[in-house]
């Protein structure tokens, strides 16, 4: 999937670098160290509101319209990436779309000391955290400013939501569909409902009638025919064309012929076709085809 977020200037692709190195101790196995040092900062700083087990039960929660999280829960906890809670840390909540009443600690606590955070909140949780499923956030280029943080990490990954949950009409039609404002009101008439201002966003939409007006991010030509419903009944996973959806903030994606891709051809460097193009939808059908299905290859097929 590495090809769904290639874009950026070396400067970025430098700085990426580093910061994936600086964090990789913390997906690696917890250190004790850390784990003693990072129970010290959390007590410190974090039990007066998630506790000193880390459960939401800490002596300021009561006053919290949004409980604050267990985190000691693991089957919520272990699918998030290290980077999204050291964000959520340094920078508070809304960072991540969530409720302005997690603070940021950016200027009490250091780049290492977070880390230590991170790793005596991963020594909490139960189910155990296991360092060698962890996984980072993915960055997805181009992604369009929508009118609602809608943060699939927090809803893909932490709560496991399907995504045909939201995008309901991806098994019975030709477009997913997007979430209506009834069906994110069916969750967040009580969740953050109170103190979180992009989902206070969904109660005024809601208010007034209207739609939420999300921008589109996949699209195929005009001329293009692309049903999801067979897709899906052939167990095609959704990453399969959209990429790590759920280790994304925020979605967006390269997708469709480049002229990078049409000049290399053009001089005879065959290179793998990108994401959404015509040539890369026929290697998959020909690959699944070698696995024994029967994926059509027909032009008539996408084009009628």
């Known amino acids: 999937m590495a090809r769904w977020f290639t874009g950026g200037g070396c400067l970025l692709a430098v700085l990426a670098l580093l910061s994936a190195a600086f964090w990789a101790g913390a997906s690696a196995a917890l250190d004790p160290r850390d784990v003693q040092a990072g129970q010290a900062l959390f007590a410190r700083n974090c039990a007066v509101c998630h506790g000193e087990s880390g459960r939401g039960d800490g002596t300021s929660a009561a006053g919290f319209a949004t409980k604050p999280a267990d985190l000691a829960d693991g089957r919520l906890m272990n699918d998030l990436p290290d980077d999204f809670l050291r964000n959520i840390i340094e920078n508070g909540g809304p960072a991540e779309g969530l409720a302005p009443t997690m603070p940021p600690f950016r200027a009490l606590l250091s780049a290492m000391q977070v880390r230590q955070v991170i790793a005596y909140v991963r020594s909490l949780a139960r189910p155990p955290f296991r360092a060698e499923e962890h996984r980072s956030v993915a960055t997805a280029p181009h992604a369009p400013v929508q009118p609602i943080f809608f943060n699939h990490i927090v809803h893909a990954s932490s709560f496991q939501l399907a995504c045909q949950y939201c995008h309901a009409q991806a098994r019975r039609g030709t477009a ?42 996949f699209k195929v030509p005009e001329f293009t025919y692309f049903p999801h419903k067979p897709h899906v009944r052939a167990g095609v996973v959704c990453q399969t064309c959209h990429g790590p959806i759920e280790r ?38 020909r690959d699944q085809n070698r696995r024994g299905a029967q994926a059509p290859l027909d032009c008539v097929t996408c084009h009628h």
Do not use: F
């Open 176 to 217: 997913a569909g997007l979430p209506s404002v009834e069906r994110c009101m069916g969750c967040h008439k009580i969740i953050g409902a109170q103190d979180n201002p992009e989902i206070a966003k969904i109660h005024e939409y809601a208010r007034r009638g209207e739609p939420i007006p999300w921008v589109r991010v």
């Open 248 to 285: 994304m903030r925020v979605v967006g994606a390269e997708t469709g012929r480049t002229l990078r891709n049409d000049l290399m051809n053009l001089v005879g460097l065959r290179t793998s076709p990108p994401p959404l193009s015509m040539g890369w939808c026929v290697d998959c059908h």
